[in-house]
């Protein structure tokens, strides 16, 4: 049995709501994090500065891929105003947070902080690694950066994977407590692309 919902068809082994590319940046994404991290914290400076340039290529394609990707990987699709935002927020409290195939609202405000905090981990990377090292795509800059900025810019890269780590954390919380709230798994639809389609669910905008 088939049911229309916008453009998807929701079929009963599952609805695909995660693209190829959406799981591929999500698990290349977290891999990539923990070797840069592992990688600056052992010094070994080749691999983070290549693995570095990895992530940045990755980051441009999901901003991308954000616009003219398929439907639930689309910005505007998962763009939740704050009164709905606060609205599921507490109805996860509550224990009955209404569901969504793509992300949800507090997921989705997941999503944007944690591509704006990549965004900063990487530029001031790059200007690290342009003022300091006189190395990367950004060394013009690096004559025109006084000591203490470059200095500024090493510390703020060195702090900002920190609350990225949170950020993870957070983020893994959050997969189990919407797991166990909506009775699906989210790790595993993120695998297959696929959600469950016999759940109440907010279609995509």
Known sequence: MQQENGNIKHETHGVMVWDRFIRAFHWTLAAGFVTAFVSGELGADTLHVWTGYLLCVLLALRLYWGFRGSEYARFKSFFFSPGETLAYVRGMLAGQPQHYFGHNPAGALMVFTMLGLLILIFLSGLLTLAAIDYEGPLLFLANRVSDAASYAFRDLHQFLPILGLILVLLH???????????????????????KKPNTPSIPTK
């Not at 919380?173 to 696929?194: D, F, P």
């Open 172 to 194: 893994l919380i959050g997969v189990v407590a919407g797991s166990i709230q909506h009775k699906e798994n989210l790790v595993r639809a993120m695998l297959t692309g696929k």
